[in-house]
Every structure is written in structure tokens, then in C-alpha cells.
């Protein structure tokens, strides 16, 4: 059915209610734009949930901000929502080749010779990120050569020491939620280079885990909701088709009557466009770059105690496993709290393995790798509570979207480029800090800016 531009029911139609969705509504807003957010899970958020653990609030989902995610810390600077740093006193610990050793600083007590390798090539993947376009990874020299390696078989050509290429998939997996083999050297470069560094990525103080919100990241997805007005939101409101025509889009789903709209805003992960069904198809660019870029897989814990009782044996709480099947740890108790929480991930293959196992049986599993790190305390826990992502209809796995080999190159330059008058964000398609919150508010701006000029431009048209 032809529409005209006159029956437009507002003027942009956001898909996707996380930090991407509700920072582009907002930005239209503020520029006095009629918007529509409309959101298939029945809360906004995204990729961040509350939860309850031992009575107290925690993040089922994304947690920590970076001294470098200025857009999240001006979000909160407004709501008045305070950060608390991410507890670190103590010494870490770290389960290597069957046996667990404590360390302080940087530097994890590991053989000297893979401790000596992992930094070097640390520091030449340091060089090597920092040498790519953020913008435009594709386009550096030998883009395509590093393109067509994983990292594991990078590592595997440039890495001898078997400890060396341990830690690094630790780190790997920490980042990505994914094994070394699930994802190119390209955009595990391209990825880094967008946060400034592997260093800040992996790293507390300083680094990407530096600070936590008192009541949650979560609460700056309400917050965040509030500027852009609840009048304005439909929650559990799946969107099904996508239907464009020269005047505008018809968005359709939900059990409500199809929204009209001069321009439509999709900020779902990459790998969930697929399920939307779209008229004219996606360009086949887009199609085969939806097509390539999985979820990562990753379920989160958190176990309470009765009290932090590795802060009494000079432990900070922060502990990673060779071994696994939970790591990495930190100590997320909030400040004030008389208990103690041990919070962790299972990552990748550790995901795989457990997501079709019952609650108990990961219950048990999470408990065993505490016991074996801090000891038989960690035995006997108050509480405990879970979220897996891998799970989860409407993100179809976290933290976000991987690229295997031969994507970005072949599929990554449209990421950000509009399928007519439908528009992408979402912090896959960030330039900076992709995959974090951060990374989703930046790409709701551009998305946003980008919608503006489209508007005005329309309407240059209409008029002559
Ligand atoms: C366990 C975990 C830990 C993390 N830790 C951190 C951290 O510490 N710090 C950090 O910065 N980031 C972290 N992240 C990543 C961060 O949460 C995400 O980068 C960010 O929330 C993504 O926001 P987004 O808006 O781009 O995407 P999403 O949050 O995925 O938003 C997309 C929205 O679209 C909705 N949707 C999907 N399909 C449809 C449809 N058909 N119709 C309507 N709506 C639809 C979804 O329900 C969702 O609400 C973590 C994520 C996880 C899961």
C-alpha cells in the first residue's frame, strides 16, 4: 500500500529500547521530533538487568564504566546517580596449570618466559590497534591479511609459549565472551582500538571495569527513559516487519495497529535483524553483514556470603581461571554492604557447555571453581543469582556482536550506512567504545544527527 508523507504518525520510529534506542529518542527529542520507541521486552535496558542477590541490587547485565565513557558519566552527573569504585585492595588471584598463586599489580605469577611473551605481544597488539582507523578498519594496509586469521591462529603463528597463549585467551575471552578461534584479528583490533588500548579493556583502575553505580548500571537506563518520556515508550511490543515505501516506514508488530513513521531507527544487535521482516529486503550487504555477526556467549553470577571474607586474608576478590568453568571474578559487594558477593562469568565454550545444564548444575559448578581459588568459605554461600544471556530472545547472547574472518572487510563498510529510510545503532555500529554502554549511547547521537539531516533534507525535497 502507497502511503503518503501527510499519514505519518510521528516523525521517527526508534526499534529497541537499550542505551542506543533511548539516547537517539532522546537527541530527537531535544530537537523537538515526534518519536515512537517501541520495545519487545516489557522493561527498557537492553543488555543491562537488574537483580537481587543477599537483599542487595546488582547488574544481572552490564555493570562498569570506564573513566573514558564520558556520555554514561554525564547521564548519571545529571540523575545524580553516584559511581563507587570497583573494590581492588589485595592481592589477585590467578588458577594456572593446576594450581592457584596470588600476585599483586599487573603482572600474574605465571612462568617467567610466558610472562615475558604475553607482554610482548601485548604491546604489538597494542601497536597494531592503535595503527587501524577507528572509523574505517578495513581500509589499513594488510586489512585483509588480518582479516582472514582468527586470533587464535594469530596467536598460534606469532606465540610459542603455551602459558603466553593461555593468558591471552583468558583476556580474549574476557573481552569478547568468545574462544580465540571465533573471531578475526581484525576486528579483535579494530574492537580494541575503539576503547583506546587492550590494556584499558582488560584493566580495573584505569581500564573498563574502574568504577560501578550505586543502584545499578540499569537504573541510568530508567533515568535515561525519563528524559526521553514514558509517554513516548511501548514495551512488549516485538516489532515483526519493516515495511518502507518513498514517503516513509511502516512498522508493524506487537498487537497495535502499524505505526507510521518518516524515518525508522533499528537499534537490535546485528544478529537479530534477520527476524525482522523488511520491505524491500535488507541490501545485501546489510543481509550478509547481519548474517555474520553472532552474539557472544556469556551467563553471569553473582555469590553472596555471609561477609567478605577473602578481604580479611588480603584478597581484593579479583581471581581468573585457566581451568574455569567461572572466570573472571571480582568482588562486587557494594559499598556498605555487610555481605560479601563474588561476582563472575562463564564465557564462551564454559557458556556453551552449561547453558543447556540446570541452575544447580551451575550453581555447583560456579561454587567449585570459588572453592578451589578462595578456599572451603567459598563453599558455603547465602545466595546466588544468574542470568544467561546466551538465552535471552531479545539480545540472542552478549556482551555483543563478533565478526569471524573475511566480515569486516567484505561486510563491515556498511554497518552504519541507512537501508533507505531506515537508520542503524546499537553499540556494534559505535566507533567508540563498541560492544560497551558507552558505545550503544554514541551510536544513538550519530544515529540521531544522521535522522535530523535526513528530515530537513525530505523536507528541501517535499517543497521543491
Ligand atoms: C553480562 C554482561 C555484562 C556487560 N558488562 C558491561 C559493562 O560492565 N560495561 C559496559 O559498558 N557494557 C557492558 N555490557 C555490554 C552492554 O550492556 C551493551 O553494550 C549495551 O547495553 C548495548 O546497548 P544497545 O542499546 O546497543 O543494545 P541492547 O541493549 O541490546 O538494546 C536493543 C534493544 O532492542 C530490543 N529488541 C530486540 N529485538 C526487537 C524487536 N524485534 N522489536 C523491538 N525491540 C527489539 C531488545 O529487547 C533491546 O532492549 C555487558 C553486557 C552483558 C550482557
Redesign the pocket.
Known amino acids: 500500500m502507497q502511503h503518503d508523507i501527510s499519514d505519518a504518525t510521528v516523525d521517527v520510529c526508534v526499534?529497541?529500547?537499550?542505551?542506543?534506542?533511548?539516547s537517539a529518542a532522546r537527541a530527537l527529542v531535544a530537537a523537538g521530533r515526534a518519536v515512537r520507541v517501541?520495545?519487545?521486552?516489557d522493561r527498557?535496558?537492553?543488555?543491562?538487568?537488574p537483580g537481587m542477590v543477599a537483599g542487595h541490587r546488582v547488574?544481572?547485565?552490564?555493570?562498569?564504566?570506564?573513566p573514558d565513557?564520558r556520555r554514561?558519566r554525564a547521564l548519571a552527573a545529571r540523575h545524580g546517580i553516584a559511581t563507587e569504585p570497583q573494590f581492588e585492595t589485595g592481592a589477585k588471584l590467578i588458577e594456572f596449570g593446576g594450581t592457584v598463586k596470588r600476585y599483586e599489580g599487573l603482572i600474574p605469577a605465571i612462568p617467567l618466559l610466558a610472562l615475558i611473551e604475553t607482554d610482548r605481544v601485548m604491546k604489538r597488539i597494542e601497536r597494531m590497534a592503535a595503527a587501524l582507523s577507528a572509523s574505517a578498519p578495513w581500509a589499513a594496509a594488510g586489512a585483509a591479511d588480518l582479516d582472514r586469521d582468527t586470533v587464535d591462529a594469530w596467536l598460534a603463528r606469532h606465540v610459542r609459549t603455551a602459558g603466553a597463549r593461555a593468558l591471552m585467551a583468558i583476556a580474549v575471552r574476557a573481552v569478547f565472551?568468545a574462544e580465540p578461534a571465533e573471531i578475526s584479528m581484525l576486528f579483535f583490533l579494530a574492537y580494541i582500538r575503539a576503547s583506546g588500548g587492550l590494556e584499558p579493556l582488560i584493566s580495573v583502575r584505569g581500564g573498563?571495569?574502574q568504577d560501578r553505580f550505586r543502584g545499578g548500571?540499569h537504573a541510568l537506563s530508567e533515568a535515561l527513559a525519563d528524559e526521553v518520556g514514558r509517554e513516548r515508550l511501548r514495551l512488549g511490543?516485538?516489532?515483526?516487519a519493516l515495511e518502507q515505501d518513498a514517503a516513509g516506514v511502516t512498522v508493524h508488530?506487537?498487537g497495535e495497529a502499524p505505526l507510521r513513521c518518516r524515518r525508522a531507527i533499528v537499534?537490535?544487535?546485528l544478529a537479530?535483524l534477520p527476524?525482522?521482516q523488511v520491505s524491500p529486503p535488507w541490501p545485501s550487504l546489510r543481509q550478509g553483514l547481519a548474517q555474520r555477526s553472532p552474539m557472544g556467549s556469556?551467563i553471569?553470577c553473582h555469590v553472596a556470603y555471609r561477609t567478605p571474607f577473602w578481604r580479611a586474608r588480603g584478597l581484593s576478590g579479583e581471581a581468573v581461571s585457566d581451568r574455569g568453568p567461572f572466570s573472571p571474578i571480582f568482588d562486587g559487594t557494594p559499598e556498605g554492604a555487610g555481605e560479601g558477593i563474588l561476582t563472575g562469568?562463564l564465557e564462551g565454550e564454559a557458556t556453551r557447555r552449561f547453558t543447556a545444564r540446570t541452575p544447580e548444575a551451575r550453581r555447583a559448578a560456579v561454587i567449585a571453581t570459588l572453592t578451589r581459588l578462595f578456599g572451603p568459605e567459598a563453599a558455603h554461600p547465602i545466595d546466588y543469582a544468574e542470568?544467561d544471556?546466551l538465552a535471552e530472545d531479545?539480545?540472542g547472547g552478549?556482551?555483543?556482536g563478533l565478526m569471524a574472518p573475511a566480515t569486516l572487510t567484505g561486510f563491515g563498510p556498511v554497518i552504519r550506512e541507512a537501508a533507505g529510510r531506515i537508520h542503524f545503532?546499537?553499540?556494534?555500529t559505535a566507533i567508540e567504545?563498541t560492544?560497551?554502554?558507552?558505545?550503544?549511547l554514541e551510536?544513538?547521537e550519530r544515529a540521531a544527527i544522521e535522522v535530523l539531516a535526513a528530515l530537513n533534507q525530505d523536507a528541501l525535497n517535499t517543497v521543491s
Do not use: M
Open positions: 526499534i529497541g529500547a537499550g542505551f542506543a534506542g533511548l517501541i520495545e519487545a521486552r527498557v535496558g537492553g543488555r543491562t538487568k547488574d544481572l547485565g552490564g555493570q562498569w564504566v570506564g565513557h554514561l565472551s573498563a571495569q548500571l511490543r516485538p516489532v515483526a508488530g506487537g537499534t537490535v544487535p537479530l527476524r525482522l556469556v553471569k562469568f542470568n544471556w531479545w539480545s552478549c556482551y555483543a545503532a546499537g553499540t556494534e567504545a560492544g560497551y554502554v558507552e558505545g550503544a551510536s544513538g
